[in-house]
């Protein structure tokens, strides 16, 4: 089975701090992986996603995470956080060992101070 | 945002009474899903579908049920609902590309209440 873990429960940033969400996931075979945020109130949207190829993926709103096989990691990063970042950040993974169905971490809320 | 609509966006209902939410799509994807949301457990998912009339369990399928009669269409139902029940419920849909899926797109998200 697959499963994913993030680390953080709740982190709290002022803004134009750098922000790293860790996020592991236990498959070792070929996987597809995700960031989804949900802003309050609202559903959930995709931020990045990895298929194959460059590890180093970009995303919207100057996301990126690192792809690392070895780590069996997915690290979200942004190098300066703003206000409107305050959200829950959900990572997720996809492969042959979940019938190639999303499983889901159980979600970072960033709370950016002014 | 992908064409996904969901309805009702909230409802209320008592317990041992029957729910049926109903998820639309316009995008003719393959695969649909129900998750549900709640506090500290993140999404899990429900149940889903690959095809018309081909459903699959997922993590959290007990008191659930659904139907897919057309490929827009993905129906959860509670039999009788119980207040553990009480959650946010999110339809999502994906494509099937190379023997992967491809990224979900999500509805807006189904509020429920079970009193």
């Known amino acids: 089975a697959q499963s994913v873990s993030q680390h953080n429960h709740h982190v709290i940033l002022s803004e134009a701090a750098s922000l790293e969400l860790g996020c592991n996931y236990s498959?070792?075979?070929?996987?597809?992986l995700f960031w989804y945020v949900q802003y309050p109130g609202q559903h959930l949207q995709l931020l990045l996603k990895y298929f194959s190829g460059d590890p180093l993926v970009k995303g919207i709103k100057g996301f990126e995470a690192e792809f690392i096989k070895s780590k069996f990691s997915f690290n979200l990063r942004k190098p300066s956080v703003q206000w409107s970042d305050t959200a829950e950040y959900f990572c997720a993974v996809s492969s042959e060992a979940g019938s190639y169905q999303l499983t889901f971490g159980k979600g970072t809320k960033l709370s950016v101070i002014p | 945002d992908a064409g996904i609509t969901q309805s009702p966006r909230h409802k209320v209902t008592e317990t041992g009474t029957p729910v049926t939410l109903r998820c639309h799509q316009t995008?003719?994807?393959?695969?649909m899903y129900w998750y549900r949301q709640d506090p500290g457990h993140g999404l899990r998912l429900i149940h889903y579908s690959y095809g018309v009339k081909d459903t699959d369990k997922g993590e959290v399928s007990d008191g659930y049920s659904v139907s897919r009669s057309k490929t827009e269409d993905f129906l959860l139902t509670l039999e009788s609902a119980t207040s553990s029940q009480t959650s946010v419920y999110f339809c999502?849909?994906?494509?099937?590309?190379?023997?992967?899926?491809?990224?979900?797109?999500f509805g807006q998200g189904t509020r429920l209440t079970v009193v």
């Open positions: 999502a849909i994906s494509e099937r590309r190379q023997g992967m899926n491809t990224e979900a797109f």
């Open positions: 498959y070792g075979g070929t996987v597809n």
């Open positions: 995008e003719n994807h393959r695969y």
